[in-house]
């Protein structure tokens, strides 16, 4: 992927989900993007969101300030040079992490790899197409 930011590293990554004759392989990311900027035009919601929106009575969200949410997918950057591993709030919900399909309970805090080309990237379960997906370099 080369030298550029983790979240540039993110965005070349090939994110696509098992092909099935329900699900034909697409690239999740661009579709699911123009979805979120046609609500956001309507509705007024935020493309990128801070934890808290979504959490307001998790005390641990409002204290979350390195990560963010795309519809149901949280991201979690490195935003220091030279960091390979970074530590990640999960609200309350089941979240599957999109590198390995683990799946995590919140709330928790756990600790993650993250080199550059690794972006810590976690999907609510309850979000069906979510489930499928994971990250490949």
Not at 50 to 79: H, W
Not at 101 to 106: A, K, Q, T
Request: with cysteine.
């Amino acid at each position: 992927i080369g030298t550029g930011s983790g979240y540039h590293a993110a965005l070349c990554a090939e994110i696509v989900a098992p092909k099935d004759s329900e699900n034909p392989g697409h690239v999740y990311t661009i579709e699911r993007h123009l979805e979120l900027a046609e609500r956001a035009m309507r509705e007024g919601d935020p493309m990128l969101t801070p934890l808290v929106i979504r959490f307001p009575d998790d005390d641990k969200a409002a204290l979350v300030d390195d990560e963010y949410l795309v519809g149901d997918l949280l991201v979690a950057p490195v935003l220091e040079r030279g960091k390979v591993e970074r530590l990640v709030y999960l609200p309350r919900g089941r979240w599957i992490d999109l590198w390995n399909g683990m799946e995590i309970n919140g709330p928790t805090t756990i600790s993650v790899e993250a080199p550059l080309e690794k972006l810590p990237l976690f999907a609510n379960a309850r979000n069906e197409r979510l489930r499928k997906i994971r990250v490949k370099i």
